[in-house]
């Protein structure tokens, strides 16, 4: 049972243009959400999260968006940039969870000079 | 000041074989974290350690799989009797505390023979 998708397991983009992923969950207990990126041969990093009594958080050239009656979150990346090239993880977290997250399976992001 | 160090990075293993993974968290902290991807999906919770305890061992295989963090050194993953099944990506995380922000090592990648 895949409780966090992300049901585009590619995206390209051309440089200088946003980039949206996108990620949707099941569990009505998920209350924290992040988002990992993951070069090859590394482990994924942090990369930006939001908690569930928020709607919109932003970070530099990354924003998340959560809209929790849809049970629906994507990340923003504007302007996408060659070194933004990597696997994006979504990950969510339950109340009291501590650091056992659910994670969704990836999407490939291509950034295109 | 190293990150997650997780070794070896790759390790070969015929099936019936045991595989020893091992992960030094960052400096400080004292909570560690597996986790497995197999191919084609996400990262999956495996078990939670703090120095000495085993915290939260719900994602773990019920059979031949099992995990310390003794006081001194680093935290091991062992998998007895590998199968082919068990070949996948593990990843080792630390952080400072329960719920602080998690850092990944580069992983270890299991192929079994």
């Known amino acids: 049972d895949q409780q966090v998708k992300q049901n585009s397991p590619s995206l390209s983009v051309q440089e200088g243009r946003i980039s949206i992923l996108n990620c949707d969950y099941t569990?009505?207990?998920?209350?924290?959400f992040l988002w990992y990126k993951k070069y090859p041969a590394e482990g994924p990093t942090f990369l930006i999260s939001?908690?569930?009594?928020?709607d919109k958080n932003e970070d530099g050239r990354f924003t998340v968006f959560l809209n929790k009656s849809a049970k629906h979150l994507s990340l923003h990346i504007v302007p996408s940039q060659p070194g933004d090239s990597a696997v994006y993880f979504c990950a969510a977290n339950p109340t009291g969870g501590g650091n056992k997250l659910t994670f969704g399976t990836g999407t490939q992001l291509k950034v295109e000079l | 000041n190293a990150g997650v160090m997780q070794n070896p990075r790759h390790l070969v293993r015929r099936r019936g074989q045991e595989a020893r993974l091992r992960c030094s968290p960052m400096k400080g902290h004292s909570h560690v974290y597996w986790y497995r991807q197999l191919p084609e999906e996400g990262l999956k919770f495996m078990v939670y350690l703090q120095k000495e305890n085993i915290i939260d061992e719900s994602g773990m295989p019920k059979e031949r799989f099992s995990a310390e963090f003794p006081k001194e050194g680093p935290s091991i993953l062992r998998i007895q009797q590998v199968v082919r099944g068990d070949s996948a990506a593990y990843f080792c995380a630390s952080s400072l505390s329960a719920g602080e922000k998690l850092f990944f090592g580069s992983g270890t990648q299991l192929s079994v023979l």
């Open positions: 569990n009505s207990m998920f209350d924290y």
């Open positions: 939001i908690s569930s009594i928020k």
